[in-house]
């Protein structure tokens, strides 16, 4: 079963003996899977045994589930003591014990082993179980099949799983469940007509899809990229941070508005472009696309793009079989070239023979010859050699650039649009596509691909073939300016509108009528919003959307018309004309909520850190927010494969689950960061990650750590979190029941002191033993959510002066407290406490009292409202009347 013979020292039984028998599958293993088993360059060291002989001591391996420590490991050299081993892996198993709560003993067995014998056994018993000589072990030995019967992977499971439910609450409880029904629960705040129709009008300037909008686009609001006014914010910094080898091994374009690396290639006088491939890299969303037009309609020279014939293919729509791939892009040749002349009638017989006059020709030449030219036979056989012709797709497209380019003395230029949208493997076949064009036909193939591909396989097949000086790369322009340029070209749109009018539905049902110009204002207001808070909102706009400013003009526009931007405010900015500037909170809220009146993690851009599933065997309220903190803490070291930022999934596994998860709860943890973006893979899918795939931490990734330090966000993120007690989560749908209230600041810190002293007490209690298997801890780092405290305590004082924020625990309900009268009317009288709050006594709460105009007098409480910032009062008694007299027995009844 084991080569002894090959068994010389002591790694040689950890590697060969010990490591096979714990990591195989039955019959011959304990399927143990790998994330779960520490091993000695990892693993605590603890003071062992007493007296002379105490020391410093850690096992070879310590198999964990769940987070406990089940089975210790100890391997010996061939010449050393297996009883030895032995008892010290007993003795380093009662330390780990200790480390638990009484009665609560994880660690069960031990294994001790030096290459001769293997010794196994219970952690609290001298005496092993077995006593196996390895010589005379097989597949076939009862006390193998024992020993893997007794500890095999799904027997230790179901021990920690004992343990865990012990220590599990009975029952979790979210506060956004508890507010009522499904309907309730995903319940939308009322519509933002206005911003709907805003948004509308717009969608075609922010997301052009028609060849006429994508040329005003680059006729109006293209925004170039310079290479030195790039990322100077730090949001910019975090996306930039990596230098992708790219820029080593592309030329960077200077100035997109003025390509003129390109341009230079593109010369009329440079005939050596037909049959090469022409890559443009940049991040996806980057506006490769974009700069294509902008190279097409505007950036060319009319020499060279009178010279030039272009075939604008959208690979949106391609096939990624690569049986199919290839006749599919032999039609679009032919629709293009058509199109390219649009006066041209390609269905008139008199093209047609121009069309094919080639093959015509050597018809004519050959076989053609034995007919009598214009005979029916003749005829026949003519419109049978064109029928084959057009019949075969690529005999086809080879005809039409033939007409529609070459023999007018032009380029076909073939820009594959929207390759970038794709995972990398189907970049690739698309490479391999380009690169069929260009051995095919007499073109130029330009085709956009992203960096990540580029960077990560530009060694490889087929990227390898790329010529160096036919590589640019292109960056994003500045959030801020691409989204200045488009409003300012939407308001260009508004103002030709005329004497349009439009009609909007306010929330009370009054119909208004306003100008199509009025909706100007409105985008002014928004923009102004946006960035009177910049370090906040373009900063999370950026960050989520990454490098892709389609998908931060998308997010743009939803932030238009979200429902959480009222009738007050649509009517603020337009008696403002555009000047009104949203408060900060309701920007934060527009951005996480969208039009959501309940924060919900799966449907928001922004996601729940402290999320875990009321099903795990122990909840995993830290998975994600560690996840990105590992990846976070590696951003710019290489991993295995040399790429920076990049780490195997499984190495972070191995990190991770000695803290207390699960490998599924890992596994499952990750594909949700993955498809939210905040990590990204080396393959760029975004479904779900194999064990040895690459990732690393994406720039939403960031802004999600950042978000820990967002009292928002914590409010938010407390609707949507399990508490363990329902008493907790009532205390939650009490303050976010009532539209007014659910936003207040003050439910804002309620809610969010609420979740993170949760989140507090779990870390300590739940992972406080979990947490000291490994001897250099990453746990209290990767777990360290300080940040949230700090923001809350920050928050607070910076409302000190505010004496109605904490004044409902300031004075409870039943407290009686002395105030001084400032004003008396008929319905009651105005009381001032001495903390400067003043509250309302009504006459029907006299209780036979009658208080004067500068008395001091004693009132009970009987509610606080901090949010409507009203309280409920009655008079207990008169103390000193408005003369300063002091009043003795004046008590109301």
């Not at 080569?3 to 490591?19: P, R």
């Not at 006429?212 to 109006?220: E, F, M, P, T, Y």
């Not at 030449?365 to 005979?375: A, D, I, N, R, T």
Request: glycine content about 6%.
């Amino acid at each position: 079963m084991w080569d002894l013979e090959s068994v010389e020292n002591e790694s040689d039984v950890e590697q060969k003996i010990i490591w096979p028998l714990l990591t195989e599958a039955r019959p011959s293993g304990l399927g143990i899977p790998q994330s779960t088993i520490l091993t000695k360059v990892n693993i605590r060291r603890l003071i062992i045994d007493k007296g002379v002989h105490q020391k410093s001591y850690f096992p070879d391996y310590l198999v964990t589930s769940l987070g406990y420590p089940v089975v210790v490991v100890e391997a010996k050299h061939p010449k050393e003591s297996v009883a030895e081993g032995y008892r010290q892996a007993r003795l380093y198993a009662a330390e780990l014990n200790a480390m638990f709560p009484h009665g609560v003993l994880p660690t069960k067995y031990v294994i001790a082993s030096n290459g001769i014998d293997f010794w196994y056994g219970h952690a609290d018993h001298a005496e092993p179980l077995q006593k196996l000589s390895l010589k005379e072990v097989t597949l076939y030995t009862p006390g193998l099949a024992e020993f893997i019967e007794m500890l095999h992977w799904s027997n230790l499971e179901k021990i920690t799983s004992v343990l865990a439910q012990q220590q599990r609450p009975t029952a979790f409880f979210k506060p956004r469940r508890l507010v009522g029904g499904k309907g309730r629960q995903n319940e939308e705040v009322q519509s933002n007509s206005f911003g709907a129709t805003v948004a509308a009008s717009i969608s075609h300037i922010f997301n052009p899809e028609t060849v006429r909008d994508r040329k005003s686009i680059v006729n109006h609001a293209y925004i170039a990229s310079q290479r030195r006014t790039r990322y100077v914010d730090p949001i910019d910094k975090v996306i930039r941070a990596a230098k992708p080898p790219s820029e080593l091994k592309a030329k960077v374009l200077e100035d997109t508005s003025n390509p003129k690396e390109i341009i230079e290639k593109l010369s009329p006088d440079n005939e050596e472009l037909e049959h090469k491939v022409l890559l443009i890299v940049g991040s996806v969303g980057s506006g490769k696309t974009t700069f294509l037009d902008h190279l097409q309609y505007v950036a060319l020279p009319s020499d060279i793009r009178k010279s030039t014939v272009w075939c604008r293919i959208n690979m949106n729509n391609a096939p990624v079989s690569p049986l199919e791939i290839y006749d599919w892009l032999r039609k679009m040749i032919i629709n293009s070239c058509q199109e390219s002349l649009p006066d041209i009638d390609f269905d008139s017989l008199d093209v047609i023979m121009k069309l094919y006059g080639s093959e015509i020709s050597k018809f004519k030449k050959g076989v053609g010859g034995l007919y009598q030219e214009g005979s029916e036979v003749y005829n026949v056989k003519l419109a049978e050699l064109i029928q084959g012709i057009q019949n075969d797709h690529h005999k086809n497209a080879m005809s039409h650039i033939r007409y529609c380019c070459v023999s007018r003395g032009k380029l076909c230029i073939i820009a594959l649009d929207n390759c970038d949208k794709k995972t990398r493997d189907e970049q690739l076949l698309m490479f391999e596509a380009a690169q069929w064009l260009q051995k095919e036909f007499r073109c130029l193939v330009m085709m956009p691909l992203r960096d990540e591909t580029f960077d990560n396989h530009r060694d490889e097949p087929p990227l390898d073939t790329a010529l160096k000086d036919m590589v640019f790369r292109i960056e994003p322009p500045l959030f801020q300016h691409v989204l200045t340029k488009r409003v300012q070209l939407s308001l260009m749109d508004f103002g030709q509108g005329g004497n349009d009018q439009f009609s909007l539905k306010l929330s009370n049902g009054i119909d208004v009528k306003y100008p199509k110009s009025e909706q100007a204002y409105y985008l002014s207001s928004i923009i102004k919003s946006l960035f009177e808070h910049d370090r906040f909102a373009r900063r999370m706009i950026v960050g989520l959307a990454g490098r892709n400013m389609r998908k931060a003009l998308e997010i743009f526009l939803e932030f238009c018309s979200s429902g959480y931007i009222g009738d007050n405010e649509v009517f603020k900015i337009r008696q403002s004309e555009g000047q009104y500037v949203l408060p900060f909170h309701q920007v934060a809220t527009v951005i996480m909520r969208m039009n959501r009146r309940y924060y919900d993690s799966d449907s928001s851009y922004v996601k729940n850190l402290f999320s875990t599933n009321s099903e795990d065997p122990i909840p995993s309220y830290f998975a994600r927010f560690m996840i990105l903190k590992w990846l976070r803490e590696r951003f710019n070291s290489s991993g295995t494969s040399g790429l920076k930022g990049y780490h195997p999934k499984s190495e972070m596994k191995k990190s991770l689950v000695p803290f207390g998860f699960t490998p599924d709860v890992i596994d499952r943890e990750m594909n949700y960061l993955l498809s939210g973006q905040c990590i990204i893979a080396e393959h760029l899918r975004t479904d779900s990650l194999e064990e040895e795939d690459l990732v690393r931490l994406g720039p939403a990734g960031f802004v999600h750590l950042d978000m820990i330090a967002n009292i928002n966000y914590l409010a938010a993120v407390a609707e949507d979190t399990f508490f363990d007690e329902r008493i907790q989560a009532e205390r939650v749908v009490h303050r976010i029941r009532e539209t007014d209230s659910q936003l207040h600041v003050k439910t804002a810190i309620m809610n969010a002191d609420e979740v993170v002293t949760y989140l507090e007490n779990v870390r300590s209690q739940h992972f406080g033993s979990h947490s000291q298997l490994t001897d250099e801890n990453e746990f209290d780092y990767l777990s360290d959510f300080s940040e949230a405290r700090a923001t809350l305590s920050r928050v607070l004082e910076s409302h000190s002066d505010d004496p109605w924020l904490n004044a409902d625990k300031e004075l409870p309900r039943g407290s009686v407290h002395q105030v001084s009268v400032t004003n008396v009317l008929d319905y009651g009288a105005f009381v001032e406490f001495e903390n400067g709050l003043v509250g309302l006594v009504h006459v029907s709460k006299y209780s036979g009292l009658t208080p004067s105009l500068g008395a001091i007098v004693e009132v009970e409480i009987n509610w606080v409202d901090v949010i409507q910032r009203k309280m409920g009062l009655r008079l207990k008694s008169i103390v000193e009347d408005d003369a300063g007299d002091r009043v003795l027995g004046l008590h109301g009844g």
